[in-house]
Nanobody, 126 residues
Framework: QPQLEESGGGLVQPGGSLRLSCTAS????????LGWYRQAPGKEREGVSC????????YYADSVKDRFTVSRDIAKNTVYLDIVDLNPEDTAVYYC???????????????????WGTGTQVTVSS
């Protein structure tokens, strides 16, 4: 059973930074496009960033541009989301996702991605 597992969430003060990680078991992430969604309490799920299988292309939601950076480590079968200058509006559960379908179809993150992790909580508060 392919699984994705996120880590790195926690309580952070405004202005702080975090690195979220997502590792896979049961499948090789190198052949998948990878991404991150988040869902804040009472809000709709939001696709915040994704990276293509060959790492040639990335996408960022307007709400996170210049503060979020997505990357992948082929050797570790891991995808990362680096976040700087956190603010309370970033408080959410962050989900790692993977999908094998065409990049042009899923890069906008409007379509539901195939594989999901269970999420990691990020709370930004003083």
């Amino acid at each position: 059973q392919p699984q994705l597992e996120e880590s790195g969430g926690g309580l952070v003060q405004p202005g702080g930074s975090l690195r979220l990680s997502c590792t896979a078991s049961g499948f090789n992430l190198n052949f998948y496009h990878l991404g991150w969604y988040r869902q804040a309490p009472g809000k709709e799920r939001e696709g915040v960033s994704c990276i293509s299988a060959g790492s040639r292309s990335t996408y960022y939601a307007d709400s996170v541009k210049d503060r979020f950076t997505v990357s992948r480590d082929i050797a570790k079968n891991t995808v990362y989301l680096d976040i700087v200058d956190l603010n309370p509006e970033d408080t959410a559960v962050y989900y790692c996702v993977a999908d094998f379908r065409a990049w042009e179809y899923i890069k906008s993150m409007q379509a539901a991605w195939d594989h999901w992790g269970t999420g990691t909580q990020v709370t930004v508060s003083s």
